[in-house]
């Protein structure tokens, strides 16, 4: 199961400034080690560095017990797993760790022990959960989470109960890294959980966290959070202001400019995707419904692609057939992604027929209630 809000222009500006010019906190390379135990019976456990994600990395057990020792930069994020389903997550500091991987028992600093109680209070959520989820195959699987996407209809009382807590699960997933966020404003604990979960939060938590003064702002790992951010706050600075013009590449290599669709008295779409994007791919179903449901109504989508391959971009046009306006916009800087401060993919954005920005928050429940409160109104 596992895997905007500005107000002013002179904000806007302040913030876009400092996404330029992120100055990470990068800490002095350590000595660290880890030490414990394990019921695994493999003959080693797993090591890397997280965020990015480095070299994995072997180290043997020998009688339950391991030692993993290394050399990285002061408060890197760094996993340990055992191949039985008790992987944790550490962060590296001068003080020794002992771990025992099965129960979550540590000694180290405050700071470990805190990251591992949070780690250990999601555990026991995940494996509440998974004891239901397993139940089911994996085509029964793949349909309640089409369901649950709403890229099937739900036809049974059983689908709807069982899509019901399938949600119910996920949400209380998602309250714990909340909570662990929360409970962690102190320390670099929240960096993780920001770097994992920042694309799916509200605008309303993602104000709570992404503060300046925080003293998890400056992690390097925090670059990625805060490019999303500020791109979020960009496009939510476009709201009711009148579209930016852009020329892009179809694929005949024609060259074409949004004003020749937008602004002439229909909505447009643009959905900004790549062809080796997998949400956007899993969003084309729901694409394709609103196309054909809306098409003859009124409403132009045109996908905007970001790969920088041309080859690429076409030989997912070829294998999709998708129905709409295709172009292609570079990733770079000044391109359409960069103009419409579209930092994670995919993105869509609607266009009235006057030629305004009407909204940028528009996926799966939310893009198929904005389109019939729209269309249903004319």
């Not at 699987?141 to 059983?158: E, F, S």
Request: glycine letters at 6%.
């Amino acid at each position: 199961m596992k895997k905007q809000i500005i107000t002013i222009l002179l904000a806007l500006v302040a913030m876009t400034g400092q996404a330029q010019t992120f100055t990470p906190i990068v800490e002095d390379s350590i000595d660290f080690v880890i030490t414990g135990t394990t019921p695994s019976t493999e003959d080693s456990v797993v090591a890397f560095s997280l965020i990015p994600r480095g070299q994995k990395m072997k180290f043997p057990i020998r009688n339950g017990q391991f030692k993993v020792t290394g050399r990285l930069s002061r408060h890197t994020f760094f996993q340990i797993g055992d191949y039985a389903g008790n992987d944790l997550r550490f962060i590296i500091e001068e003080t020794p760790t002992y771990i025992n991987l099965a129960t979550g028992e540590v000694s180290g600093s405050e700071l470990q022990q805190r990251f591992i109680r949070c780690q250990m209070r999601e555990r026991e959520m995940d494996k509440a959960i998974e004891s239901w989820w397993e139940d089911f195959s994996e085509d029964e699987k793949t349909r309640i989470i089409m369901m649950n996407n709403h890229d099937l209809p739900i036809q049974t009382t059983q689908d709807s109960a069982n899509v019901k807590k399938f949600s119910y699960n996920i949400e209380k997933q998602v309250a714990v890294r909340i909570q662990n966020i929360r409970e962690n404003a102190d320390n670099i604990i929240p960096v993780v959980y920001l770097y994992e979960e920042a694309y799916s939060m509200s605008p309303e938590l993602l104000n709570e966290f992404m503060r300046e003064d925080a003293p998890y702002a400056h992690h390097p790992a925090m670059e990625r959070p805060w490019r999303f951010y500020r791109g979020m706050k960009k496009q939510n600075a476009f709201i009711d202001k009148p579209y930016i013009d852009f020329e892009a590449e179809a694929p005949d290599g024609s060259k074409h400019r949004l004003s020749e669709y937008a602004g002439n008295g229909q909505y447009v779409l643009l959905d900004f995707w790549a062809s080796w994007c997998g949400p956007c791919i899993a969003s084309f179903p729901l694409m394709r419904q609103m196309h054909e449901t809306y098409k003859d109504r009124g409403l132009r989508i045109i996908g905007i692609s970001c790969d920088k391959d041309r080859t690429a971009w076409l030989n997912a046009l070829d294998k999709h057939q998708l129905p709409w306006e295709a172009l292609r916009s570079p990733s770079s800087k000044g391109n359409a992604n960069d103009l419409y401060g579209a930092e994670t993919i995919p993105t869509i954005i609607l266009i009235s027929p006057d030629g305004k920005i009407v909204s940028n928050e528009l996926e799966g429940n939310a893009l198929k209630a904005k389109l019939a409160e729209i269309f249903d109104k004319k």
